[in-house]
């Protein structure tokens, strides 16, 4: 804990700890919490906080939680350029200025800087990385705000809530198709987190949160802008991700159409942009569809057509799952399509013969990327997929050893030293150029499963 930290006033005021920095933590929760009730729906609904929370967030206690999470994450700098260990030798020494002007109003955010990330589909996706005292200063705010705010939101919303993660809302689909209700609309936002409406997301704030201090800072950071080449760029819209307060935002702005939805009772999950809907027939979803078109444009936002569509939830894709029909007409998950092509993707890029990587370095790769996706999917009841994926890891890691072994001297003595019997180290050895068919042969009895189990090669089956 940093000096700062330490000797920052404590005030008196509300401080809750959340579970994590930014929403993707928060996302991640293993554990979900039991359901609870809703403080009333609509405009009318009470605001809370009363003018305590700035203060509330700006207690010893609460900075150091807020503290904690932001090391934790391991953030890069923003356009500061100051990483953790120096933000909080920094901070030793201009802290009480900042929080003096907190309090006064009068602080304002430095611009994010805008990073472009790939997606699997080419596409580039846009974060904008706050400053380190900026995801502080935020990470304070959301521990104080989600508490307050995040039981109000519906049920059937599941992206970055404490206790929620990607798997309720696909357990929620599966429910729903399983009941009958096999037609879904799927809905996707276009360039939804860059064209949030400001004005638009402070009124629904406003009609929560009860703090002008709280007001006042939240909307300095929308209007922070992004560093783009060097040049600060005014932003008049977006909430661009990357800073923990910009999840909760989004889930602000999103829960009216929730609300409206459950209105109507019409069963549907959403998480983050990404909203189903489940009816029983093609007609009551394009009623639905409608229905949507008219929300969503009342808050400024535009469906994607070309990914959006009414049609037949079986096989469509949701959160890189889909859904089928067992033999006992039982509504099963399964790893979408687009899901393993780009999975396959990635093992490729990791598993490239060329390098200059070890066999273990490659495994350690490995270690570090199979053990996340295989949780991610680990609803799928796809018990084949698995074990066909497992092998054809194994293939490629072996077709790895072999062009590291290379000459075929090598190759026969490293496959006696293994426990080869000679002719089986002869006759791999005798092929030594043709790396992909060789691997599947007879070497699969010297570099088995156990082989690779001993190595520490995760599986997926």
């Not at 039981?151 to 990607?166: I, L, M, N, V, Y």
């Not at 569509?309 to 399964?334: D, H, I, M, N, T």
Request: charged fraction near 25%; include cysteine; charge should be positive.
């Amino acid at each position: 804990m940093s000096k700062a930290m330490r000797q920052m006033p404590e005030r008196s005021g509300r401080a809750s700890a959340a579970r994590g920095e930014a929403a993707r933590d928060l996302a991640s929760d293993e554990a979900c919490g039991p359901p609870r009730e809703h403080q009333g729906t609509g405009p009318a609904r009470p605001r809370v906080g009363a003018g305590s929370l700035l203060e509330a967030a700006l207690t010893r206690e609460n900075l150091r939680v807020a503290w904690k999470r932001v090391k934790a994450n391991k953030g890069a700098a923003g356009v500061d350029g100051l990483d953790i260990e120096q933000t909080a030798l920094m901070l030793q020494t201009k802290w009480p200025q900042i929080r003096q002007a907190l309090v006064a109003g009068r602080y304002r955010p430095d611009p994010v800087r805008r990073v472009m990330i790939p997606k699997p589909d080419g596409s580039l996706r846009e974060l904008g990385i706050p400053t380190v005292v900026d995801r502080l200063i935020q990470q304070a705010l959301l521990q104080v705000l989600q508490p307050l705010i995040d039981p109000t939101f519906s049920e059937q919303s599941h992206g970055f809530r404490p206790g929620r993660r990607a798997h309720d809302a696909v357990k929620a689909a599966r429910a729903y198709v399983q009941a009958g209700k096999r037609v879904v609309v799927d809905v996707d936002l276009a360039k939804f987190f860059d064209r949030v409406n400001h004005d638009i997301l402070m009124d629904r704030l406003c009609k929560r949160i009860d703090d002008a201090g709280v007001i006042r800072l939240v909307r300095a950071y929308l209007n922070a802008g992004i560093m783009d080449g060097g040049v600060a760029v005014e932003r008049h819209m977006g909430t661009p991700q990357g800073g923990p307060l910009s999840p909760l935002l989004a889930n602000v702005l999103l829960d009216e159409v929730d609300k409206a939805l459950e209105a109507r009772g019409y069963s549907f999950a959403r998480y983050a942009d990404d909203c189903n809907v489940y009816v029983g027939s093609v007609k009551a979803g394009q009623r639905v569809m409608a229905l949507l078109r008219k929300l969503y444009a009342g808050l400024k936002l535009q469906i994607n057509e070309a990914k959006s569509a009414v049609c037949s939830a079986l096989g469509r894709k949701f959160l890189g799952y889909e859904l089928w029909v067992a033999k006992v007409r039982e509504v099963k998950c399964a790893v979408a399509e687009r899901a393993l092509l780009d999975f396959k993707a990635r093992i490729r890029q990791l598993t490239r013969r060329t390098g200059g990587r070890s066999m273990a370095q490659v495994i350690e790769q490995l270690r570090s990327y199979l053990p996340g996706w295989k949780a991610y999917f680990g609803l799928a009841q796809t018990p084949k997929v698995w074990k066909t994926l497992d092998k054809w890891l194994r293939h490629r890691l072996r077709a790895i050893q072999l062009w590291h072994w290379r000459r075929s001297a090598r190759i026969h003595a490293e496959l006696k030293a293994l426990g080869a019997t000679p002719a089986v180290a002869k006759r791999v050895a005798g092929n030594a150029g043709s790396w992909w068919r060789n691997s599947d042969r007879l070497l699969k009895t010297v570099l088995t499963i156990a082989h690779f189990d001993r190595m520490g090669l995760p599986r997926l089956s």
